[in-house]
């Protein structure tokens, strides 16, 4: 079982950024590929970023590199989303979500969710 804890959300005005943490605990974290999805209502689930646990091989959406990054400090367990140039579009709620390699990182697919965190881009 592994638990996934996100943290970091808020309000924040149009053209500036937030970085969301998301902390992995319980099993062995090695085999594991950790994602963020955003949903509005409304509107599925969608696909962020990913990163692989191992190695920091990262994973795009199919529009590719944006305006967000997302990385891993192995030391703190710790797997951070880097959100620049924010615009109101980008309010949502937050997931981070897990699951094991190799996945398709969908949301059908990802084993372990987080509960959420608003984020509310201000204009």
């Known amino acids: 079982q592994v638990q996934l804890a996100e943290s970091g959300g808020g309000l924040v005005q149009a053209g500036g950024s937030l970085r969301l943490s998301c902390a992995p605990s319980?099993?062995?974290?090695?085999?594991?590929?950790i994602a963020w999805f955003r949903q509005t209502p409304g509107k599925d689930r969608e696909f962020v970023l990913g990163i692989r646990w191992d190695n920091g091989y990262i994973y795009y959406p199919d529009s590719g590199k944006g305006r967000f990054t997302i990385s891993r400090n192995i030391a703190e367990n710790m797997v951070y989303l880097q959100m620049n140039s924010l615009l109101p579009e980008d309010t949502a709620v937050y997931y981070c979500?897990?699951?094991?390699?190799?996945?398709?990182?969908?949301?059908?697919?990802?084993?372990?969710w987080g509960k959420g965190t608003l984020d509310t881009v201000s204009s």
């Open positions: 979500a897990a699951a094991w390699v190799p996945s398709p990182l969908k949301p059908s697919e990802m084993n372990y």
């Open positions: 319980g099993r062995t974290l090695s085999n594991l590929m």
